[in-house]
T-cell receptor, first 114, second 114 residues
Framework: DAGITQSPRHKVTETGTPVTLRCHQT?????MYWYRQDPGHGLRLIHY???????DKGEVSDGYSVSRSKTEDFLLTLESATSSQTSVYFC?????????????FGQGTRLTVV | AQSVTQLDSQVPVFEEAPVELRCNYS??????LFWYVQYPNQGLQLLLK??????LVESINGFEAEFNKSQTSFHLRKPSVHISDTAEYFC????????????FGQGTTLQVKP
């Protein structure tokens, strides 16, 4: 298994509170991603990073921010959690150079906003 | 814009029967296609991928998928399923550019019955 650790694995939080999810990798991959998984929608990209302090938005970025201060860590922050952000969040890593296009996924974080 | 459509949300099948999970894509650029599998309460694992060359690609556990450019399809098949194949299956296409972003279909739940 690729060395990807997400924390926490489960979290319940109240509406309006800030929440930070962490993704840590030991593979030294350049790219890191945050996806959310919702029934009927598959996985949708929230934000991604292509290097330290280099990030960009995905298709569902509203209400989320990210930071990457080290190659191995990629943080996802919900500034003020809403019930619509209840979801399962997956971190992924890849090094899309040449033919190597495979992404590796973490175990996921189940977030419930009440 | 690129998109992926998985035509069936759930596919029930009896053990040892054949199965086909359908996937159609829309892309105006060179196509890299993937099938991922997600077992309950786990992350996604790569099942197989098409990058170029032979249009028929195989996985180590008996699944195969065929890239059909004229029909813009990448259907997943297995001639004889096992109970252990029960999982959710996601079809994905690589996004434009060299960022490694993936665009996922909605997912298909394969339910193998004894």
């Amino acid at each position: 298994d690729a060395g990807i650790t997400q924390s926490p694995r489960h979290k319940v939080t109240e509406t309006g509170t800030p929440v930070t999810l962490r993704c840590h990798q030991t593979e030294n991959h350049r790219y890191m991603y945050w996806y959310r998984q919702d029934p009927g929608h598959g996985l949708r990209l929230i934000h991604y990073s292509y290097g330290v302090k280099d990030t960009d938005k995905g298709e569902v970025s509203d209400g989320y921010s990210v930071s990457r201060s080290k190659t191995e860590d990629f943080l996802l922050t919900l500034e003020s959690a809403t019930s619509s952000q209840t979801s399962v969040y997956f971190c992924a890593i890849s090094d899309p150079t040449g033919w190597n296009t495979e992404a590796f996924f973490g175990q996921g974080t189940r977030l419930t906003v009440v | 814009a690129q998109s992926v459509t998985q035509l069936d949300s759930q596919v029930p099948v009896f053990e040892e029967a054949p199965v086909e999970l359908r996937c159609n894509y829309s892309s105006s650029v060179s196509v890299y296609l993937f099938w991922y599998v997600q077992y309950p309460n786990q992350g996604l694992q790569l099942l197989l991928k098409y990058l170029s060359g032979s249009t028929l690609v195989e996985s180590i556990n008996g699944f195969e998928a065929e890239f059909n450019k004229s029909q813009t399809s990448f259907h997943l098949r297995k001639p004889s399923v096992h109970i252990s194949d029960t999982a959710e299956y996601f079809c994905a296409v690589k996004g434009s550019g060299n960022t490694g972003k993936l665009i996922f279909g909605q997912g298909t739940t394969l339910q193998v019955k004894p």
